[in-house]
């Protein structure tokens, strides 16, 4: 008779099993939209970084660069060579930030890896309760 009431309650190995893969393929979907929702977020904060670089930049380029050149020119550096150093020096500040930006925008680095992560040990975990 309790075989009888298990089969009514559909509390057979069968459907407990599928009830388990149901509740954990929605956990893990949701920690999925966790993660995306995560990533896009950091996305944000690196364009944000990216459009501050370029206002750094041309600021800095603005704002320092005709003081820089008189200062080395003032050091008997020709105006020229003056300009080339000081431009040369605010190129390479702004093309490090660019290059953080850029790493920090990387699609590997935007992918659900934990999410996969977690898929990867769960099927793991099936397949050696099925092979039990």
Do not use: C
């Amino acid at each position: 008779m309790s075989d009888q009431a298990d089969v009514n309650r559909g509390s057979s190995p069968v459907s407990d099993i599928l009830t388990h893969l149901s509740n954990l393929m929605r956990k893990e979907v949701a920690l999925a939209r966790s993660e995306i929702s995560q990533n896009i977020e950091r996305a944000a904060m690196a364009l944000g970084l990216l459009v501050a670089a370029v206002v750094m930049a041309l600021t800095a380029l603005n704002a320092l660069a005709g003081a820089a050149i008189a200062g080395l020119a003032s050091f008997g550096i020709e105006a020229g060579w003056a300009s080339l150093i000081v431009g040369g020096v605010l190129a390479l500040i702004a093309f490090l930030m660019l290059a953080k930006a850029r790493h920090d925008l990387k699609i590997s680095s935007l992918a659900p890896s934990r999410t996969a992560e977690n898929v990867r040990r769960d099927a793991d975990v099936i397949r050696g309760s099925l092979h039990d």
